[in-house]
């Protein structure tokens, strides 16, 4: 950063008369936002592949260990919401620059965990500074780059995703091939450090909205969440029964009770102010759907994989087409995203997963591995060409005072749809015996035909500001 000056009156203006940062300070700003979603996206990628080893270490059952998984997730979908709407009350930077601040210090908990329950608790914290970071993430994109460069901007992101999703399996490999599992959570130190400086200096101010946080709603949200995740995740056990019926039982009277709460007010927790745009609500509902299926297939392909024959590296190998070829269409995909229709653009992409998905559900054992491929980069393309311009729509069908609770429902919709997704496949593992992964795949298919059908009745939303 030699020689790079900012210019803080210029971050300080307010938003409504500013389209975007100038050059370099744009670029600057993009990349600590992309280093905080390459950490969120590499934390979650590299641990699935230590869980095994963690397990042994501390002499617990693999069951227990997905522990280490779900408190990461657990802690994201319960602040999520309440904490995209303070950053609306007390400014985007300073949410963004306080969730990357606890991300690092739970890494640094997680380094020194000398067993599984703090080893739990430390990825709860690191899921708490996740969702601030990801509540930020779309307000500040929208600040950063001028509106009619959304679209592309979005896709950024998206290939950050993709290409970290891609290289967690192998820098995990590497991680424990010179260390322990520990340098897992060690490598976020240095990467984060250095996003929490750029983000300190080069990102952008926002405007305060004169309100406070509800803690009556946020209360209600923490627990209605809390009590269905806990539930769903039950679902898995074999022993699921009248203890899952009374979590989820106990989640829906809590989110009863919060809609109740919610409703009247003007500028929500829980977005409903914006859900009553139709292009919001219908982008939010794609959104599930889709990563329902994609969190349904990623889930039951290696599963599928390995009953045919491949080794678990061989498995790995054979899945990288997928996050490959996403990460090539997304570039692509955000710049149609800022000259067509999305919901003619998001139906074609989850036409083509929804083929790509039912093709992998029919696979025959005997395919080749060529075979096997140009369906996974099918599934990728189609993907990738869904998620730039829903993203896109989305955030544009909000006004830019309520950008926080838009990217906050963002990734609430990415997140829930990826929960249930997960919760179908445990249900349909312990029902379907071998022919489990099969039916998730085909499962998936369905989702994401039924997530093009949806996008279809879309109308493409003009820029609010």
Known sequence: MAGFTPERPDYRTPAPLRDGLPIPQRYWAVTAIGLAIALSVLDVSIVNVALPTIAREFAVTSAQSIWIVNAYQLGVLMALLPLASLGEIAGFRRVFRGGLAVFLLA??????????????????????????IFGSIAALVRLTYPAAWLGRA???????????????????SLILALGTWRWLFGINLPIGGLALILAA???????????????ASVLLYAGSLGL????????????????????????????????????????????FDLLRNRTFTLS????????????????????????????????????????????????FSGRLADRYPPGILCATGLGLLS????????????????????????????????????????ISAAPRARSGAAGGMLSASRLLGQTLGAAGVAVLFRTSGPAGPARALAMAAVLAACAAAVSLTRQAPAIRT
């Open 228 to 271: 269905l995740l806990f539930g769903l995740q039950e679902l898995a056990a074999e022993a699921a029964g009248g203890l899952t019926a009374l979590l989820i039982g106990g989640g829906a009277v809590l989110a009863v009770a919060l809609v109740r709460h919610e409703l009247p007010r003007p500028a929500p927790v829980v977005p």
């Open 107 to 132: 890494s640094l908990a997680c380094v020194t965990s000398p067993d599984l329950v703090l080893l739990a608790a430390a990825r709860f914290v690191q899921g708490l500074g996740a969702a601030a």
């Open 284 to 331: 939010v509902c794609t959104s599930i759907c889709t990563f329902a299926a994609q969190a349904s297939a990623l889930i039951s392909l290696p599963f599928e994989l390995q009953r045919m024959g491949y080794s678990a590296v061989q498995t790995g190998l054979h899945m990288t087409p997928w996050p490959l070829a996403l990460a090539l269409t997304a570039p």
């Open 201 to 215: 200096r080069v990102l952008p101010d926002s405007d305060r909205a004169a309100r406070a946080l509800p803690l």
């Open 355 to 394: 083929c790509g998905l039912a093709l992998l559900a029919f696979f025959p054992a005997g395919g080749g591995s060529a075979q096997l491929h140009w369906r996974m980069a099918v599934c990728g393309v189609g993907f990738g060409l869904f998620q730039a311009p829903n993203n896109r729509a989305l």
């Open 154 to 172: 979005l896709a950024i992101n998206a290939f950050v995703v993709a290409t970290c999703a891609a290289a967690g399996p192998a820098l995990a």
